[in-house]
T-cell receptor, first 113, second 111 residues
């Protein structure tokens, strides 16, 4: 069974530029999560989808971050414009349902300079 | 109060000993509890899930859940150097069903 796929693996951008991350969850998984993990901290939930609907986006900085999950499968997370403090690893995870085990992709390491 | 709290460590344990990792959570109606292992530079890897009070064993790992005390722990028996990693506790809340992580405990196994 294929795992959660994310791309790109690494990205370096200048502040005020825009960037987009892509995630393809495990086949059949209805729930998709985007987390931000800053070095030395635990993952912070940015947004959680159930199929193509948003379950929670309370910690998503909506003035600069946006996410979508069209057709309830793939998802993209966008940052525009980026700030230095957005430097982090962005992790995508998926699970069969909202209370079941979640599995992570390899993550995208973003550096904003 | 943080939703999920862990001691950040570092926790140092001699090889072959039992490592004990603890986690407390604030939402009484939380229903699903998970332990993840994260090696440096890698993404979190699920190692245990527990849904009801009591103990759950899987190989060298035992998860313990006490909902009355809002406490979940992970025991690693016969600790190996390869167990050196950061261990993340995650809790799924019944109401909004968010999956929330603690800050993690860094564990070092000393040969």
């Amino acid at each position: 069974e294929a795992g959660v796929a994310q791309s790109p693996r690494y990205k370096i951008i200048e502040k005020r530029q825009s960037v987009a991350f892509w995630c393809n969850p495990i086949s059949g998984h209805a729930t998709l999560y985007w987390y931000q993990q800053i070095l030395g901290q635990g993952p912070k939930l940015l947004i959680q989808f159930q199929n193509n609907g948003v379950v929670d986006d309370s910690q998503l900085p909506k003035d600069r971050f946006s996410a979508e999950r069209l057709k309830g499968v793939d998802s993209t997370l966008k940052i525009q414009p980026a700030k230095l403090e957005d430097s982090a690893v962005y992790l995508c995870a998926s699970s069969l349902g909202r209370s079941t085990e979640a599995f992570f992709g390899q993550g995208t390491r973003l550096t904003v300079v | 109060q943080k939703e999920v709290e862990q001691n950040s460590g570092p926790l140092s344990v001699p090889e072959g000993a039992i490592a004990s990792l603890n986690c407390t959570y604030s939402d009484r109606v939380s229903q699903s509890f998970f332990w993840y292992r994260q090696y440096s530079g890698k993404s979190p890897e699920l190692i245990m899930s527990i849904y009801s009070n009591g103990d759950k064993e899987d190989g060298r790992f035992t998860a313990q859940l006490n909902k009355a005390s809002q406490y979940v722990s992970l025991l690693i028996r016969d600790s190996q150097p390869s167990d050196s990693a950061t261990y993340l506790c995650a809790v799924n809340n019944f109401g909004n069903e968010k999956l929330t992580f603690g800050t993690g405990t860094r564990l070092t196994i000393i040969p």
